[in-house]
């Protein structure tokens, strides 16, 4: 099962700042392990934010992310208590969903 | 629960999302208005810069002094590299970073909406040396920046 | 005589119990006071870039995951026993209490008889709170590209709870003094193919290796160098690695046998670094390069 996101989301002035890691292999598909076998890819592909039920994000994503992503987005007209909801889906179909407020 | 799941795979049933499809048609999850645009493979999986921009449909791209790209000069380690873009053009829709030299250079792009402030924050892997590059898209038109970044290797765990 | 008791010790390390031994009387005095810090040291452009985005890569650390699959360990009922640390493990500051706990260790364990750094205590806690087995745990006690054992989740989540907290190192304690005595002592002893010691690298002021700047843990600011940013996220590898780890890989930078996990000598090394950095401020859970 994948690993829980960890988001903070803090408005900073009328913008809310959004900080998302969340834990992920991001496997190149390049790799190859010990024995000589290419390790294969596995990344996630697409992500979205949702601030006060409104998708502000839609994000695609490649292998040339870092492995343990982070992600940062501002938005605007955002107050604090608005819920937070970020997802994603990798190659393989596996997904995450989790939630925080804005601070 | 996961519930952002895009429209377009759903109808579909595309394969290796089957599985949530069915669990869709069966009710147990029901997708929101939050669709996720389908995953670029075209763009993704370009090997060279020209072959990314045009998946992206940025095949003529024209620079801007309003927009934004901050890297390090030299990045402390090729499997982290922080950048930030912003964009300062009116009506930007959407931003792409790209590492040119990379096997596959697109390494993410995102859509704005609902009050979205163009401005993004990642961490890139990179190979080698490399120009970074950003697109943004504003009233259907591409602008760019572009900065090099010094890639290191080597030294001990600090 | 006294090299031949440090050169027993490390072997001891590498060879020995896990919490059996206790410390020999050290030959030296203790040292006055350690040295003053340098002056500032010079920066190349190469550090300075890299500084500019040090806090941001601090403010969104992956560290944080770990921390936060730690807190669920540290609060879960677990192992033979079925019990949860919360409810049994005293990190010095009284059951379950993880605030500040971290930057008090090193620290003399009635309990165990023994000096035990942070992550030294938790395996402890492990092994004779929930039963699990030591030898299960320090078979694969550190994590890779696809394992993170529980104890580095575990030791990030305690670290976490010491953010910019001063380190007290409790040196007045006879039984933490004899440890950080014979540490300084093993710091300084010579050994392996190419004749080296911590000290070699780490106790003067104004060495590197390449582009890295090597800090004198004589000092407070520079002892302070090798204790922050522990446990750390790793960005080769993308893998979080704790001080028990950075220390073994000062063994094997110095061609040194690995020393033995959670052992004697590994305390007893930290709490004379941890303990010369007395008074500095710890960050939480660092990322590295």
């Known amino acids: 099962m994948a690993d829980p996101m960890k988001i903070r989301a803090q408005m900073k002035g009328d913008v809310a700042e959004v900080r998302i890691l969340m834990g992920h292999a991001m496997e190149t598909g390049q790799r190859k392990d010990a024995a000589g076998k290419t390790i294969p890819a596995h990344f996630i592909q697409s992500m979205t934010v949702e601030v006060g039920g409104k998708k502000v994000i839609d994000g695609q994503i490649g292998t040339s992310v870092s492995r343990n992503p982070v992600f940062g987005f501002k938005v605007k007209g955002a107050k604090v208590g608005d819920k937070v909801v970020v997802s994603w889906v990798d190659n393989k179909g596996d997904k995450r969903t989790d939630e925080a407020a804005v601070a | 629960m996961e519930m952002n799941v895009t429209r377009r795979t759903v109808l579909r049933g595309a394969g290796s999302l089957g599985a949530l499809s069915a669990l869709i048609m069966a009710g147990v999850l029901k997708p929101t208005a939050a669709y996720a645009a389908e995953w670029n493979k075209a763009a993704f999986e370009a090997k060279d810069t020209a072959g990314a921009l045009k998946g992206l449909g940025a095949a003529t791209t024209a620079d801007s002094n309003d927009l934004m790209l901050k890297v390090p000069d030299i990045a402390e380690n090729g499997a982290v590299v922080p950048v930030d873009v912003v964009s300062k053009i009116p009506n930007t829709s959407s931003i792409a970073i790209l590492v040119e030299k990379n096997p596959q250079p697109l390494c993410a792009q995102f859509d704005f909406a609902n009050g979205a402030v163009a401005d993004v924050s990642a961490r890139l892997k990179m190979g080698q040396t490399s120009l970074v590059k950003a697109i943004a898209k504003a009233d259907g038109k591409f602008y760019t920046a572009q900065k090099e970044v010094k890639v290191t290797v080597g030294g001990c765990g600090g | ?289």
């Open chain 3, 1 to 289: 005589m006294k090299q031949n008791f440090i050169g027993a010790l490390c072997a001891l390390a590498v060879m020995g119990g896990a919490f059996a031994q206790t410390p020999k009387k050290p030959a030296a005095k203790p040292a006055a006071k350690t040295a003053p810090a340098p002056a500032a040291e010079e920066k190349d452009a190469a550090t300075l870039e890299f500084e500019k985005f040090r806090a941001e890569m601090e403010e969104s650390n992956p560290a944080e995951l770990f921390e936060m699959k730690g807190e669920e360990q540290w609060k879960t009922k677990r192992g033979p026993k079925n019990v949860s640390l919360a409810e049994s493990c005293d990190l010095g500051q009284g059951v379950g209490k993880v605030e500040g706990a971290y930057v008090k260790m090193p620290r003399y364990f009635a309990d165990a008889d023994a000096v035990m750094d942070a992550e030294r205590r938790i395996v402890w806690c492990m092994v004779e709170k929930q039963g699990f087995k030591f030898d299960e745990i320090a078979a694969k006690p550190f994590a890779n590209a696809n394992f993170t054992p529980d104890i580095t989740n575990l030791v990030t989540y305690v670290a976490g709870h010491s953010r910019n907290m001063k380190i007290a190192v409790p040196l007045k304690d006879p039984k933490v003094r004899e440890a950080y005595e014979t540490g300084k002592a093993m710091a300084a002893y010579r050994a392996g193919p190419y004749d080296f010691s911590c000290n070699t690298c780490h106790g003067s002021d104004g060495k590197r290796i390449r582009m890295q700047n090597l800090p004198n843990l004589g000092t407070a600011a520079g002892a302070m160098k090798g204790v922050q940013g522990w446990p750390g996220y790793r960005m080769t590898g993308g893998v979080m690695l704790t001080h028990q780890w950075r220390m073994g890989d000062c063994f094997r930078q110095q061609r040194f046998p690995q020393p033995k996990y959670a052992s004697d000598a590994i305390a007893y090394l930290l709490t004379y670094m941890i303990g010369n950095a007395n008074g500095q401020v710890y960050k939480g859970p660092g990322i590295k390069r």
